[in-house]
């Protein structure tokens, strides 16, 4: 058994580490754009190239002969990789480039909505040219002043600004829409929701979804959700699979938007979506609305859904190719995570850490590492990137257990570098948890 792996980040550590540990043990061939020093201990074969080069992985591919591929960033799905692999007689556990239009195009993805009826949507409108007068209009008429503006194409997710935080007022939101429409095309305006932001990925094979542990990020670089945006600097996930702050009916609508949607996708494109199926969904005062899709696990999401994954990984992935995954075949751990992201100290503004040596406690056996921006030099010493260093995930009985031990391990980590204590924490989760009381509070009043 042979799996080329397309990765970067520890999101690639963690799909390498969940493959491994299948009873096939396949020969892992990995194609990193950085030396990963996770990924490098588990592949058999590790080739250090730019994953947008698609002539590299179809030589690799070629030389190798996998049963299949599994493609972990966005980029290379955006750009078709998956359609160049498979041309080659290799199946590959991503979406095909149109298909994957619902993470590369946020328009696509609410006309899609749209179009088929899925009820999960803010109010929008898609520009695809500088009609000033008219965004200006919407934005201040029907959607009051409150809005989001979307870069419609892939933009290593920066290209989301929101009103109040990035945008002071409307004259800076449709300036900003006017730099989308030149830059990509086309732009997305859409309402502003007020709630709270939770992730439910899914494995999908053409109709059939079957549901991961739902996951919250936390995009802010500093305590208290304060400082600019990040890839994501940890997330938590509870034991029963769900959230504190949702209902049962918030995470069974959230369930069935991703199934509603791999509908869509096979009517739409006539072919079957194969491969992770991921919403960035909020709830708010009367259920469940669609932020996003991405198409492929997050980073750190696959961080803290992965480690309790407990049937076999290469099993799903071959499931998902042959059209015969289900329930059954998947089973994960009934137990709590909070992953918190080390970084270098001046992340995400400066890089004047770089390269300073970092070191990492030993781990106990519910606990888990997964590297993410660092160099591991000859010597076996690692050493800091610019970006986010590593991920530490705690496995417990509860969130507060599982907060506790990566909150020890964090705060073992030598080096010029720091992380989020707040993550995972009761203060943190009962604010989650009042907003949503006084949210709904509001409409039952």
Known sequence: MRVLLICSSARGHAIADALKRSPESPDIIAMCKERNPGVEDLAETLVVDDIMNFQSALNIAKKYKPNFAFIGPEDPIGGGLSDALSAAGIPCVAPTKSLGRLESSKGFTRNLLRKHGIDASPKFRVFSSDQGSEMYKFIDQELEGAFVVKYDALKGGKGVKVSGEHLKNIDEGVAYARECIAECGSVVIEEKLIGVEFSLLSFASGKTTVDMPAVQDHKRAFNGDTGPNTGGMGTISDAGHSLPF?????????????????????????????????????????????????ARFGDPEALNILPLLESDFVTICQAILTGELSDELVRFAHKATVCKYITPEGYPQNNDQRDAVVRFPALPNNARLFYGNIRRDGDGVLHLGSSRTAGIVGVGSTIAEAETLAESLCQRVEGPVRHRSDIGTEALLNERSTTMQRLRSAVHS
């Open 246 to 294: 949702l209902t049962t009916q918030d995470l069974a609508r959230a369930s069935e938007i991703n199934r509603l949607t791999a509908e869509a996708l096979l009517k739409e494109c006539n072919a079957e979506y194969k491969g992770i199926l991921y919403g960035g969904f909020i709830a708010v005062k009367d259920g469940v609305r669609l932020i996003e899709y991405n």
